[in-house]
């Protein structure tokens, strides 16, 4: 069992991964690494919070977000790529201004490991080595080759003893193709 989102490794740990969540001021938070709703810790490294400080350490906020939050892990990914598609290798085209905003919406983050209906706003899914950038073409090639593929119909029929889909699929394939 995982105690904390910043200790998975696997694929198998982060699908498995949740720690729940609480409630503090009537706001629900996920429960990411372990130190969230522990009163006046901070939420990336539980060390105790001093004055007016409410959930994080000095400095650890960003680096809470960079790795929970959709928005700041996103935008962290495109400037660790530098706006570069991890596939194809596209840049985008640079305007010569000297800014690097262009970066942050030049690619499409994909999640190597799936949400599938896991919630995208707080979430270990969001783990900067889950998260790699590709422009639009490739998101699209890599999205439709993680789809599962409808299975062969032939090959289910003959699994169950039907011996007529084998003649079926054996005439389709000797059909000639036009």
Not at 32 to 57: A, I, N, P, Q, V
């Amino acid at each position: 069992m995982v105690d904390s989102a910043l200790d998975i490794v696997s694929a198998e740990e982060l699908v498995r991964f949740d720690l729940g969540t609480v409630e503090i001021n009537h706001t629900t938070y996920t429960v990411l690494t372990g130190y969230e709703g522990t009163e006046r810790r901070c939420f990336w490294c539980g060390g105790e919070l001093t004055g007016k400080l409410k959930r994080y350490c000095y400095g650890h906020m960003k680096l809470y977000y960079q790795h929970f939050e959709w928005g700041s892990a996103r935008a962290w990914c495109c400037e660790r790529q530098k706006g570069i598609c991890a596939n194809c290798g596209w840049t985008p085209v640079d305007y010569g201004d000297g800014s690097d905003i262009y970066y942050h919406y030049s690619l499409e983050v994909h999640h190597i490991i799936p949400l599938e209906g896991a919630p995208r706003y707080f979430s270990a899914y969001n783990l900067p080595w889950n998260l790699i950038g590709f422009c639009h073409e490739c998101h699209l090639e890599v999205r439709d080759a993680m789809k599962e593929q409808p299975p062969d119909i032939f090959d289910l029929a003959f699994a169950q003893g039907q011996a007529v889909m084998e003649f079926c699929r054996r005439a389709t394939n000797e059909m000639p193709r036009m």
